[in-house]
């Protein structure tokens, strides 16, 4: 569980909505990933998807790693010890939306930006193949239940809960 994978850098480089320009943006955070013993291409058994980048999670580059993400980490890391299970921690955007008024402060991202960065956790899950998806929190269950053009869901087939 101590190894993991981030997307290649050329993966970091979306335009999609104005928030990686805010310069309080220091990384696109894109999904980590602790491959199970079929690797990357095997598929994972479990993906968590929370909010979006906070102060930590931008300066490090690395998603759910801050104060509810590290106690999220170290449960999962403990029920799962032993066994081997592909995980992965994503977000439903990747620019940390920082509040424009204190840029100390993190806000919701807005609709606009959920559905803008939609596409990129959407390659991650098609790519990834997880068997189960937890998402964390409203943002995360709007971003993917929102699709403004097709109103598309992530395959019904797959076991997807909120929390
Ligand atoms: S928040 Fe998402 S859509 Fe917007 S620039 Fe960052 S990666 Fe692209």
Redesign the pocket.
């Known amino acids: 569980m101590a190894e993991y994978i981030l997307s290649p850098a050329a993966e970091k480089t979306?335009?999609?909505?104005p928030?990686?320009d805010n310069p309080h943006v220091r990384n696109?955070v894109t999904t980590e990933v602790h491959p199970g013993p079929g690797g990357i291409n095997g598929g994972i058994d479990l993906m968590f998807i929370a909010e979006a980048p906070g102060k930590v999670e931008n300066k490090v580059g690395r998603p759910v790693i801050g104060g509810t993400g590290k106690i999220l980490r170290r449960l999962v890391h403990r029920l799962n010890e032993g066994k081997e299970t592909g995980i992965a921690y994503g977000n439903i955007?990747?620019?940390r939306p920082a509040n424009e008024t204190d840029p100390h402060k993190d806000r919701p991202p807005t609709n606009p930006?959920l559905i803008?960065?939609r596409s990129?956790i959407m390659r991650d899950i098609a790519r990834l193949k997880p068997k189960q998806i937890v998402l964390l929190g409203k943002s995360a269950a709007t971003g993917l239940a929102l699709d403004a053009a097709t109103g598309e869901r992530v395959d019904p087939s797959k076991s997807i809960y909120a929390l």
């Open positions: 979306c335009r999609n909505c928030l990686r696109q955007v990747r620019c930006e803008a960065c990129n």
